[in-house]
């Protein structure tokens, strides 16, 4: 029987997993007010950077504003009344009791004070971290509630990467590990790094969903984008590797055929890392072997063959 042969020598072969993902921001939301009114400001432009703590957009605060005054007044005379309370007592002219009570009233005050500024900070909205204004939803004059949406912020410098991988690589990829990943339209690819692994194995798909950060200090990439990722587990630059249709599975194991003075020879094999088209051979055979490549599923054990072409 005439076959093809292939010389074992030493290659190099990568265990690599490729996934396919979307990039998502690093952070976003809705902006809203924490109260109903009336809109009397919007102070940013769509599509436009901000810095966190930046005034974004203000509802009418004029009544509160009003009371916020009234309140300074009392409390500019509730100061200088406890001052002289507190000479007074110091004198021993009043008693201890009075000052207490005039010092209650200063506390109470000071609460209402701090209300009241807490209900105006409520008729604003501030930028809760750097970022990228969306589309607008609200004009300023239109009534708001809570309810109401005005705009997304998104933080896209740096990026999240979501992608799954089969749950049989649980166990080599963890925080830290480097990925390389790709999309359309930009030619080079990137590098990211994995941050965080779902503790939970889909029980439906049995994969696992993990997430990366890339940089994007640039600020090139748009969340939403499709990505194809690239992972590479391990790497053998001394393995013996074989053409995946020389391998035959077997109840007993893994077996393949090699040339031995004319005739084939079986050889039960332990295999490692597949590729595409490659097995890697961890024990049963040895680099100067010749392997035997085709007509595979019809050799037997003793058989007579001739080598019809040899691959080195």
Avoid: C, W
């Amino acid at each position: 029987m005439k076959v093809s042969g292939y010389v074992l020598s030493p290659v190099t072969i990568r265990d690599e997993v490729r996934s396919t993902g979307t990039l998502l921001p690093d952070e976003e939301v809705d902006l809203a007010f924490e109260t109903s009114g009336k809109v009397v400001g919007i102070y940013f432009s769509e599509g436009s950077h901000v810095e966190q703590g930046d005034l974004l957009a203000k509802m009418n605060d004029r009544h509160l504003q009003a009371q916020l005054l009234k309140l300074d007044a009392q409390r500019r005379l509730l100061v200088e009344r406890e001052f002289r309370q507190r000479s007074l007592l110091e004198r021993d002219a009043i008693s201890q009791e009075a000052y207490d009570q005039v010092q209650t009233e200063l506390e109470v005050l000071d609460a209402d004070i701090e209300l009241l500024e807490a209900r105006i900070a409520e008729t604003e909205v501030r930028a809760p971290f750097d970022g990228i204004v969306g589309l607008r939803y609200i004009s300023e004059g239109s009534y708001a509630s809570p309810s109401t949406r005005i705009a997304r912020l998104i933080k896209v410098s740096p990026l999240k990467l979501e992608f799954t991988v089969p749950e049989r690589y649980s166990g080599n990829i963890v925080p830290g590990f480097p990925i390389r990943f790709s999309v359309d339209g930009i030619l080079e690819p990137m590098d990211a790094e994995v941050y965080a692994i779902n503790p939970v194995v889909d029980d439906r798909t049995r994969t696992i969903r993990l997430r990366a950060m890339y940089a994007n200090e640039d600020e090139e990439m748009m969340p939403g984008r499709f990505a194809s990722i690239n992972m590479q587990l391990a790497e053998d630059t001394e393995a013996i590797a074989i053409p995946s249709e020389a391998l035959i599975p077997e109840m007993e194991g893994d077996r393949v055929f090699v040339y031995d003075s004319g005739n084939a020879r079986p050889v039960y094999v332990t295999t490692g890392i597949r590729t595409e088209d490659r097995v890697q051979i961890l024990e049963g055979l040895n680099f100067g072997d010749t392997l035997l490549t085709s007509g595979v599923l019809q050799l037997r054990q003793g058989m007579p063959v001739e080598l019809d072409n040899i691959e080195q």
